[in-house]
């Protein structure tokens, strides 16, 4: 063969090996764009409340009277049977019902029993047939990681596999102590995470609800030999009480968060831990008057007694004093982890633990877990899932590669890359008056799904707080998340020190990969004309005032209201399509510019004094992240993604586990001592010690 055959038969295989590799990755793609997603929802989900009314009915024979029910087999049988339908189809949320049936099985078994056999045998069904974690088999739509949810499905799988022990559970041929002892270890996973890291979804007043369930069924009904656990899940609950303690202002808990719906971000009406708190802090009659999925369980284990007599939780008498105290103070703590820490720490890897962590931070496409994500998901066959279908786009075999994956993520920075709830260092000052709460320096210019970074909190309905939205106002936006209100298009650089916070925004022109709408071309505060006694804007500033409370805000531009929104108005669901006359959206428009928030109040000046003082405060700001303010004898520093200082001193940006007059603990102790008002709370989770007097 001479060299010009040689050459051409070269040419042909290469030729042949590019067409093979172009065939194959035609087909790797098509076979993953075919994967078609299954519903999360059932079409209808009829009377889903009646399974939780059946339970307050039963703990609570005085409104089962009050009421006229009668709890008889047609009673029993048509709660049941919608909640069935949820666990049998495998939708989304099942995890609520099973908390308020595996209740039902263990404190009113016999009941149910002697009234309805049908029910309960419709009960013992579902749960012998349900799915109860990822590495199960088959197909879903289920979210089993958040947080949340990850407790929720812990604790049924525990209490069913113990209460149907010596059954085998369809769904894997498991035994009920098999399951009893999954759940086991994922229930000790969750704890010790929460202990170490604090919540992944801080101060969320809509999921920590969906914590104390469980964390309610599992402190009474948990099996003796697994006291200890039981012990830690009293700390548990300790320090989530405690969160709720320190953040909530005049019982009102909105505070920066990990993840808050629209309607959560506007003062009380959203706060969804309110009948948690009315009855925590005996603040009105009737808090234990509702059905919802988990505070029925949190009630009825308060008011329930273990053989010996003693209740089965009490809440510690320091945190109902830490409640109540309306001093001047400023709380510091840090809540989660950095996806940059987690390889660090361990928590790359498919084991319960690292994924428990990962997923429980909503984080999926960061650089340090893309690679880990994909491989969990096709490891358990996860990709017909709706909530991680998306996924396909990059399932193919020519990338799924730890290196390659990983590189594209922190060059593209896509889109996704918000959703992961990070490390979040709170910084709050409480007066009598007001909570002005943010998370300092939270990756700038980054992504945000549900987070909300800064809030003002003067009680009730009167909510302040700043954002770029991720979407322009519409129909589809204003309740979405992200979307015109709830969380972020991008974050601020953010930085506070008492009664004064700071905000840079640095806006890009063109949307981000995966970004799927253009980006706001400005930024607004949601500062409510009907819910204060005063609103003033005048070219670059905004006041407000509130009974005796001060608000001033400086901008870099020129500041207006937009046109009452009936829209926007109805998603809040707060009373403010009752005010058509009254504005709520502050606009600063332009992609470079800052907002600093200023408090006082009427013990150190006048209104009149205060709107002076700030207007003729000296801001310096260069245009390109560079910001100082003087105010009141005091020179604010900061610089974009950089340092804060004030009066020359560096402010630390990342905190403490917690830092406050209550408690002082480093990230990761295994003790906390909390103390206020010869009170003190003592929880020490190595060696299972929980002390308060």
């Not at 040689?6 to 790797?28: K, P």
């Not at 925590?280 to 273990?306: C, I, K, Q, Y």
């Not at 877990?369 to 491989?375: A, E, F, K, M, W």
């Not at 992240?625 to 340092?643: E, F, I, M, P, R």
Request: some cysteine; charged content about 20%.
């Amino acid at each position: 063969m001479n060299l010009s055959s040689a050459a051409d038969m070269l040419g042909l295989i290469i030729d042949a090996a590019l067409l093979a590799l172009v065939l194959f990755v035609i087909y790797d793609l098509v076979k993953n764009l075919s994967v078609k997603s299954i519903p999360d929802l059932p079409e209808t989900d009829e009377n889903p409340h009646l399974i939780h009314d059946l339970l307050l009915y039963l703990e609570r024979p005085d409104l089962r009277a009050r009421d006229g029910v009668t709890i008889d087999d047609d009673y029993v049988v048509n709660a049941v049977i919608p909640a069935k339908k949820v666990i049998d189809g495998r939708f989304d949320c099942q995890d609520f019902r099973m908390q308020t049936l595996l209740r039902l099985m263990y404190a009113h078994g016999d009941t149910l029993r002697e009234v309805s056999p049908k029910g309960v045998q419709l009960i013992e069904d579902a749960f012998l047939h349900a799915k109860y974690w990822m590495t199960e088999p088959g197909k879903d739509s289920m979210c089993y990681w958040s947080e949340n949810h990850q407790i929720l499905y812990a604790t049924a799988e525990y209490l069913a596999g113990q209460y149907w022990h010596d059954r085998v559970f369809k769904n894997d041929g498991a035994t009920g102590r098999e399951h009893m002892a999954r759940g086991r270890e994922r229930i000790d996973i969750w704890m010790r995470q929460r202990f170490q890291f604090g919540f992944a979804e801080f101060n969320s007043s809509n999921y920590y609800l969906f914590n104390v369930g469980p964390a309610a069924n599992f402190i009474q009904f948990a099996a003796p030999g697994d006291s200890a656990m039981v012990t830690r899940m009293k700390m548990c609950l300790d320090l989530l009480l405690f969160d709720v303690a320190l953040y909530m202002h005049k019982f009102s808990f909105i505070a920066p968060t990990g993840r808050a719906y629209v309607n959560n971000m506007v003062g009380e009406t959203g706060d969804s831990v309110r009948k948690f708190t009315d009855y925590v802090w005996e603040l009105r009659p009737g808090a234990m008057d509702v059905s919802h999925s988990m505070l029925t369980s949190f009630f009825a284990m308060l008011n329930s007694r273990d053989s010996g007599g003693n209740p089965f939780y009490e809440v510690p008498p320091v945190l109902r004093k830490i409640g109540l105290d309306a001093s001047e103070r400023i709380l510091k703590a840090s809540s989660g982890t950095d996806t940059s820490e987690l390889p660090a720490l361990g928590l790359v890897g498919h084991k319960s633990e690292q994924m428990m962590h990962q997923l429980g931070m909503e984080a999926f496409t960061n650089p340090e877990v893309i690679h880990n994500t994909i491989t969990y998901f096709n490891k358990n066959d996860m990709l017909s899932n709706k909530f991680v279908n998306y996924f396909k786009i990059i399932n193919l075999r020519l990338i799924r590669n730890r290196f390659v994956l990983s590189r594209i993520s922190r060059l593209m920075n896509p889109m996704p890359n918000g959703i992961a709830i990070q490390r979040a260092n709170l910084y709050c000052y409480q007066t009598k008056g007001y909570a002005l709460s943010s998370v300092q320096r939270y990756h700038p210019g980054g992504f945000g799904a549900q987070q909300m970074l800064n809030v003002l909190n003067l009680g009730g309905r009167a909510v302040v707080f700043t954002a770029h939205p991720a979407r322009h106002e519409g129909k589809n936006t204003v309740a979405a998340y992200p979307g015109y209100w709830a969380g972020f298009g991008r974050a601020p650089h953010s930085v506070q020190h008492k009664n004064v916070l700071m905000l840079i925004y640095k806006l890009p022109k063109r949307r981000g990969f995966l970004e799927l709408y253009s980006v706001p071309q400005f930024t607004h505060t949601y500062l409510p004309e009907a819910y204060f006694d005063k609103v003033i804007v005048d070219g670059r500033y905004a006041f407000a005032q509130k009974d005796g409370t001060y608000l001033g805000i400086n901008a870099a531009r020129e500041l207006d209201y937009l046109p009452y929104s009936e829209m926007s108005a109805k998603a809040f669901k707060n009373g403010l399509e009752e005010y058509p006359e009254k504005r709520f959206d502050l606009v600063q428009r332009g992609r470079n510019h800052y907002w600093i928030y200023e408090l006082s109040d009427e013990s150190r000046e006048s209104f009149a004094d205060f709107t002076a003082r700030i207007r003729g405060n000296s801001v310096v700001y260069d245009g390109d992240g560079s910001l100082s303010c003087d105010s009141a004898g005091h020179k604010y520093k900061t610089v974009y993604g950089g340092a804060f200082t004030v009066d020359g001193v560096d402010i630390p940006l990342q905190h403490k586990r917690f830092d406050s007059p209550y408690c002082i603990a480093e990230r990761g102790a295994d003790e906390f001592i909390i103390r206020h008002a010869g009170h003190s709370l003592r929880l020490n989770y190595n060696n299972t010690e929980r002390d308060y007097t």
